[in-house]
C-alpha cells in the first residue's frame, strides 16, 4: 500500500506547522500587538467619550445661558396683560399687544433683568428694551432705578390729576437731575412723550407707562437728548419696554469670537484682530468726533450734567454715514443722582467707590463714606477709549500731534481747579485737529 501523501495536502501541513512553529516561537510579540491594539482602542474610546462630554456640557451651558437671558417672550405677556387690563397704555401697546406687527427677533441680552432684542415695526426696523424682575438692593443701578416702584405699575393712584402728576414728575427729576433751571422744559418734554396718542391728553395708563419709564436712565437720557444726532431716536413704548432706532454696526470696533478662542488668544492679537475690521482711519476719525461730540452734550448740558461710566466700545456703533450713536446708555447716569448715591455709600477702600467700569470715587477714611466727585472727567475716558482706535492706521503727518493730545486727555483729573477750562481747550483741539485732516475728503460727508 502507498502511504505517500498528495502534494496538495503536503503542502498544506508544512504550511501549519509553520504558522504554529512561528507562533509557538514568539508568543511575547503576539501579546504585544494584543495590548497594543487594546490601549489604542481604549484611548480611542475615552477621547471619543471625553468630547462627547465637553460638547453636551458646552451646548448645555449656552442654552442654560440662551433661556436665561433671552426670555422675551415672559417679558411680551406680562406687558400684554397689564395692557389688556388698562393698567397701561402707550405707543407700541397696540402693535405689541394686538395687531402683533412689532416683532421681537434676535436676542441681544447682556442680563436677564434687562432683555434686548432685535426687531421690526412695520417697515421700521429697532431695538426692543424690556426691564424684567427686580434688581438686587445692593446694586447701585437698583439705587438709581427703583424697580419696585416700575415692576407693579402703580403710579400714579387712581384720581391723581394731571397737575398732581407734573408735581410729581418734577420732584423726581430734580432728584435724577438736580435743581435746574430748566427742569420745567424738561417736564414739559415728559408730558409730551407721555401723551401716545398725540390728543393732548394724558390718561392714567399712560401716566403710569411714562412714571415707569423715568426711572431708568437710558429712557431719560433718550428725552433730554432727543434733538441730538447721537442718540437713538424713541419710536415708542409701552409700559417700560420701549423702541429705539436700530444702530446698523455695533459695537463701535472689534469682532465677537467663541468664548474658548477668547481664552488662548494672546491680548496683543485680540487688539490688532479687532482693529482690521474697523472702517478706513478718515471714517474712524468721524465716528471719533462724534463721540467727543456725546461728551459735549452730556457734560453741563442744558438739563444737567451725566456722567459715562462704562465708555467702551461695546457701548456705541455708528450708522452708514459714520455718524456715532449710543447703543447702550444704561450706565451714561444724571451726576446728582450717582453723588447722592455716593454720598451715602460706605467704604474701607477706594475699590468700594466704583460705579460701571469708569466712574471712580475716593473713600474719605475719617468718615468712611464715599466722596461725590469722579477722579477722571468724561473726555478723559473718552480719549482712553479712542486711543488704540485713532492711532492703529494714522496718517504720519497728524500721528505725532494726535498721540501728544490724546495723551493730554487721558491724564485729565476730574477734581482739579482748572478742569474745566483743560477739558474745553483739549477737547476743542482734538476736534480741530480731526477735521482738519478729513474736512476734503468724501469721508467727512
Not at 63 to 80: F, H, V
Amino acid at each position: 500500500m502507498n502511504h505517500s501523501l498528495s502534494p496538495s495536502l503536503s503542502l498544506s501541513l508544512s504550511l501549519f506547522f509553520s504558522c504554529s512553529f512561528s507562533f509557538s516561537s514568539h508568543p511575547t510579540s503576539f501579546l504585544h500587538a494584543q495590548a497594543r491594539f487594546s490601549y489604542l482602542h481604549m484611548k480611542y474610546l475615552f477621547f471619543s467619550w471625553l468630547a462627547v462630554f465637553v460638547g453636551s456640557w458646552v451646548v448645555y451651558v449656552e442654552y442654560s445661558s440662551y433661556t436665561e437671558l433671552c426670555r422675551g417672550r415672559e417679558c411680551k405677556n406680562a406687558i400684554c396683560d397689564k395692557y389688556r387690563k388698562g393698567v397701561i397704555d402707550g405707543s407700541a401697546c397696540s402693535s405689541l399687544c394686538q395687531k402683533d406687527t412689532l416683532y421681537l427677533g434676535k436676542c441681544l441680552s447682556a442680563k436677564p433683568n434687562n432683555q434686548v432684542y432685535s426687531g421690526s415695526w412695520g417697515d421700521l426696523e429697532g431695538i426692543i428694551k424690556c426691564q424684567m424682575e427686580l434688581v438686587p438692593h445692593y446694586d447701585l443701578v437698583a439705587e438709581m432705578e427703583p424697580r419696585k416702584e416700575t415692576a407693579s405699575f402703580d403710579k400714579p393712584t387712581k384720581g391723581t390729576s394731571v397737575e398732581k402728576f407734573k408735581e410729581m414728575v418734577l420732584s423726581h427729576l430734580k432728584t435724577k437731575v438736580g435743581d435746574q433751571a430748566s427742569l420745567p422744559d424738561l417736564v414739559t418734554l415728559v408730558l409730551g412723550v407721555a401723551d401716545a396718542n398725540k390728543d393732548g391728553q394724558i390718561s392714567l395708563s399712560e401716566a403710569r407707562s411714562a412714571w415707569a419709564l423715568i426711572q431708568l436712565n437710558e429712557f431719560l437720557l433718550a428725552v433730554v437728548l432727543q434733538d441730538r444726532e447721537h442718540t437713538p431716536k424713541l419710536l415708542g413704548f409701552c409700559g417700560d419696554l420701549y423702541v429705539v432706532e436700530k444702530v446698523p454696526y455695533a459695537p463701535l470696533y472689534g469682532i465677537s469670537l467663541p468664548w474658548l478662542l477668547e481664552l488662548w488668544i494672546p491680548a496683543g492679537l485680540r487688539r490688532s484682530m479687532d482693529q482690521w475690521v474697523t472702517p478706513s482711519w478718515p471714517r474712524k476719525a468721524k465716528i471719533s468726533i462724534g463721540l467727543l461730540e456725546l461728551v459735549e452734550d452730556v457734560f453741563h448740558g442744558t438739563y444737567g450734567s451725566f456722567l459715562m461710566c462704562d465708555v467702551s466700545a461695546a457701548g456705541f456703533g455708528y450708522t452708514e454715514r459714520h455718524d456715532l450713536k449710543v447703543v447702550d446708555a444704561r450706565r451714561i447716569v444724571p451726576e446728582a443722582a450717582f453723588q447722592e448715591v455716593m454720598r451715602e455709600r460706605r467704604c474701607e477702600t477706594d475699590a468700594d467707590c466704583v460705579y460701571g467700569a469708569d466712574c471712580l470715587t475716593s473713600c474719605d477714611l475719617t468718615k468712611r463714606r464715599c466722596t461725590t466727585e469722579v477722579t477722571r472727567p468724561n473726555l478723559a475716558k473718552a480719549c482712553g477709549a479712542l486711543k488704540d482706535y485713532l492711532l492703529w492706521g494714522a496718517p504720519s503727518d497728524v500721528r505725532e500731534e494726535l498721540e501728544k493730545q490724546l495723551y493730554a486727555c487721558i491724564a485729565l483729573k476730574g477734581a482739579t481747579e482748572q478742569m474745566e477750562m483743560e477739558h474745553s481747550l483739549i477737547l476743542n483741539n482734538l476736534k480741530t485737529l480731526l477735521w482738519k485732516r478729513i474736512s476734503h475728503t468724501k469721508d467727512s460727508k
